[in-house]
């Protein structure tokens, strides 16, 4: 079993070295912004929030954001609560044996662990819940567009040195399992009826079919 997990981590570092390696200097801001989901993003996010609002009315929107809240909180502490400080796999750039061989951007070099990434998990959670909660025709250009974030987001953090391949596909299980049954709660609640308005891709309760014939 030793053996297999040496060979494993083993592996993960050579995969590594070679993502981080294709770097190039116009690419370090890019893949900088791109880390930086708290910011860089807004504007996108805003421009969804509306779409949503459009679309589903505040109260599903609501409903919606606080799932997402909360998965993002659960992810979160999981990863950085619970598994960094309890694995202690240290980061490429807290690596000795790599010292020299990781590229860096700006001098950031992140905190001494690194299993799991929870910008991973974040954003991979959030894609998953809107996917998972959202799942119709009406939604068909979400997808691509979550996806797209979350794989820029998971990528830089390899470019810019902080986290493993192996950090980022277990950040990625880990929101997308934490995500799910958020999703499938948020279309449960939809289908009770409770809140005004039908959600794409759910069939609308007994009242609401009522209200729209009177």
Same mark, same amino acid.
């Given at each position: 079993?030793?053996?297999?997990?040496? @060979?494993?981590?083993?592996?993960?570092?050579?995969?590594?070295?070679?993502?981080?390696?294709?770097?190039?200097?116009?690419?370090?801001?890019?893949?900088? /912004?791109?880390?930086?989901?708290?910011?860089?993003?807004?504007?996108?996010?805003?421009?969804? +929030?509306?779409?949503?609002?459009?679309?589903?009315?505040?109260?599903? !929107?609501?409903?919606?954001?606080?799932?997402?809240?909360?998965?993002?909180?659960?992810?979160?502490?999981?990863?950085?609560?619970?598994?960094?400080?309890?694995?202690?796999?240290?980061?490429?750039?807290?690596?000795?044996?790599?010292?020299? !061989?990781?590229?860096?951007?700006?001098?950031?070099? @992140?905190?001494?662990? =690194?299993?799991? %990434?929870?910008?991973? /998990?974040?954003?991979? @959670?959030?894609?998953?819940?809107?996917?998972?909660?959202?799942?119709?025709?009406?939604?068909?250009?979400?997808?691509?567009?979550?996806?797209?974030?979350?794989?820029?987001?998971?990528?830089?953090? +390899?470019?810019? =040195?902080?986290?493993?391949?192996?950090? +980022?596909?277990?950040? /990625?299980?880990?929101?997308?399992?934490?995500?799910?049954?958020?999703?499938?709660?948020?279309?449960?609640?939809?289908? %009770?009826?409770?809140?005004?308005?039908?959600?794409? @891709? /759910?069939?609308? %309760?007994?009242?609401?079919?009522?209200?729209?014939?009177?």
């Amino acid at each position: 079993m030793e053996t297999v997990v040496s @060979g494993l981590d083993g592996l993960d570092r050579r995969l590594f070295l070679l993502l981080n390696g294709l770097h190039a200097t116009w690419l370090d801001g890019a893949m900088w /912004a791109f880390s930086q989901l708290g910011v860089m993003w807004v504007p996108l996010y805003l421009v969804l +929030i509306w779409l949503l609002y459009q679309r589903l009315g505040w109260r599903r !929107l609501g409903l919606l954001l606080f799932l997402i809240g909360l998965t993002i909180t659960i992810t979160d502490q999981i990863a950085s609560g619970l598994l960094k400080p309890l694995v202690a796999r240290p980061r490429p750039t807290h690596q000795p044996a790599l010292s020299g !061989l990781v590229h860096t951007v700006y001098g950031y070099t @992140g905190g001494e662990f =690194g299993f799991v %990434s929870s910008h991973a /998990a974040n954003s991979v @959670g959030v894609a998953v819940v809107l996917m998972t909660a959202l799942r119709s025709e009406r939604f068909r250009w979400l997808a691509p567009m979550v996806l797209t974030v979350a794989a820029l987001g998971s990528y830089s953090r +390899i470019y810019l =040195g902080v986290h493993y391949p192996g950090d +980022i596909l277990c950040g /990625a299980l880990l929101g997308g399992l934490v995500a799910i049954p958020m999703g499938l709660l948020y279309r449960r609640l939809i289908r %009770s009826g409770r809140l005004v308005s039908v959600d794409a @891709g /759910a069939e609308p %309760s007994r009242s609401e079919q009522h209200q729209r014939l009177s």
